[in-house]
């Protein structure tokens, strides 16, 4: 396992927010974390709508050992609440996922939603402003046309860098449940948002319709067994994407087969223990996350206690599945009843897709390296690391004599879930959201 060691932390507090760890402002709560293609970029979307984009610094000379921090590059308010009146519903402005476009130009290009609409967003540098306007003055007011004598050439002159996000595009109306995913298509012309009965294709450049490509939503809603969770297209293939359910099934879909996808192509499931059925095995087994590895061979899914690695061409049974917290099984009752059980963490594949990382509790998040099987338990807070200290691994004890420097089961704090993370495309840099907090810990520099 690589060792990772810590790099930055990052604070999100709006001016006036208190400055207490443990009082932390509603809006201020970190929804998601995304890095885009190359890297040089990370942002997150929080409760409030916001969207704050880090940049990472170029190394510097002095300093060539040193890799490059990120540093905010730009803020913009995202999504506002709104209020649906027909059916009297409060909309909220919290940022449910962000996906980059690859860049094709100076600009930046990433898609945000809330739980009904989907924006591009076009973030762009100016650091030259126009003078010498003939029908303006230099304050922006109109001249009286009767004054201008002569004809003046406009002129760039520098100025100090502005950093500006404007929404290029607004794709609404078109989900009547909440939006959970959004997956570009590695055609870059299109794209996916998906709700709890329904997933639509969008054109980048068509915001007025979209193309419903599955629905499951029965004719009778008393019938409803199951929702969709989270879908995400192949990362090769324009025409494949996959998506999840609440009863821990995957579909893989293929749109050359038929306009609307309601036959799926390839149908994972893995067979419960019956040794293992609880009041609770359905809420468990309810899969939050779905992830193509790089490579398209596999997906990874994520439910309440595990996590699995499927290969696309065996569809009854995963290859591989972690365990990241099985100490909370005795635990799902108090689990249940403080509704913790239904908390849905994210889970990334590494840059070579040979280790994966998800969230538990107490901020802890798991490492797991697909080829030596080994595992590790890191802590994103403040208190138990210096900047540039290595992460110490954490062990956590259940019942029995506890050591020095394990954890009980019973002191773990649920109210501290590390839900959203992300990894560089080719590097072992990560960013770790625990609440209010952005973590980004790199590799082990020599």
């Not at 709104?82 to 519903?89: M, W």
């Not at 989270?230 to 009863?247: D, G, I, L, M, R």
């Not at 691994?393 to 109210?415: N, T, Y």
Request: charged share 25%; aromatic share 10%; glycine share 4%.
């Amino acid at each position: 396992m690589k060792c990772f060691s810590r790099y930055l932390p990052y604070i999100f507090r709006p001016p006036g927010a208190v400055l207490s760890s443990s009082c932390h402002a509603e809006a201020d709560i970190i929804s998601t974390v995304e890095f885009n293609h190359t890297g040089e970029l990370l942002a997150t979307g929080d409760k409030g709508g916001r969207v704050v984009i880090f940049q990472r610094e170029q190394e510097s000379k002095n300093q060539p050992h040193r890799r490059g921090e990120y540093n905010v590059y730009s803020t913009f308010q995202s999504h506002e609440p709104e209020f649906d009146y027909l059916k009297s519903l409060e909309i909220e402005e919290k940022i449910n996922k962000i996906r980059w476009l690859p860049q094709q130009n100076a600009a930046y290009f990433l898609l945000s939603t809330n739980d009904k609409t989907v924006k591009l967003w076009k973030v762009s540098e100016r650091d030259k402003r126009p003078e010498g306007y003939n029908l303006k003055d230099e304050d922006g007011r109109l001249r009286d046309p009767s004054m201008i004598t002569m004809l003046r050439v406009p002129v760039l002159r520098p100025m100090d860098l502005m950093v500006e996000a404007t929404p290029r595009r607004v794709f609404a109306n078109a989900h009547t449940y909440h939006i959970n995913s959004i997956s570009v298509n590695s055609d870059y012309e299109t794209y996916m948002s998906a709700d709890d009965l329904r997933i639509n294709l969008w054109n980048f450049e068509i915001t007025n319709q979209s193309f419903n490509i599955v629905d499951i939503k029965p004719a009778n809603m008393e019938e409803l067994t199951e929702v969709i969770t989270a879908a995400e297209f192949h990362p090769h293939h324009c025409n494949t994407f996959v998506y999840s359910s609440s009863k821990g099934t995957i579909r893989l879909c293929d749109m050359r087969t038929s306009a609307l996808c309601d036959r799926h192509a390839k149908f994972f499931e893995e067979p419960e223990d019956p040794s293992n059925r609880s009041f609770f095995s359905e809420i468990i087994s309810s899969i939050s996350d779905v992830k193509f590895s790089h490579s398209g061979r596999y997906i990874m899914t994520r439910d309440y206690l595990t996590v699995k690695v499927w290969d696309l061409n065996m569809e009854n049974r995963p290859i591989e599945t972690y365990q990241v917290h099985d100490y909370l099984r005795s635990k799902l009752c108090s689990l249940y009843e403080n509704d913790c059980i239904f908390d849905k963490f994210e889970c990334v594949w590494n840059g070579s897709d040979s280790v994966i990382m998800t969230g538990s509790y107490n901020n802890f998040f798991r490492m797991f390296d697909r080829n030596t099987k080994r595992d590790v338990t890191l802590e994103a807070s403040r208190e138990n690391s210096k900047p540039r200290a290595i992460l110490k691994p954490r062990k956590v004890c259940v019942g029995g004599k506890r050591r020095k420097d394990e954890i009980s089961v019973d002191s773990l704090d649920f109210s501290k879930k590390i839900l959203h993370t992300a990894w560089h495309p080719s590097e072992n840099i990560i960013a770790v959201a625990a609440t209010n907090n952005l973590y980004i810990f790199q590799d082990k520099v020599n």
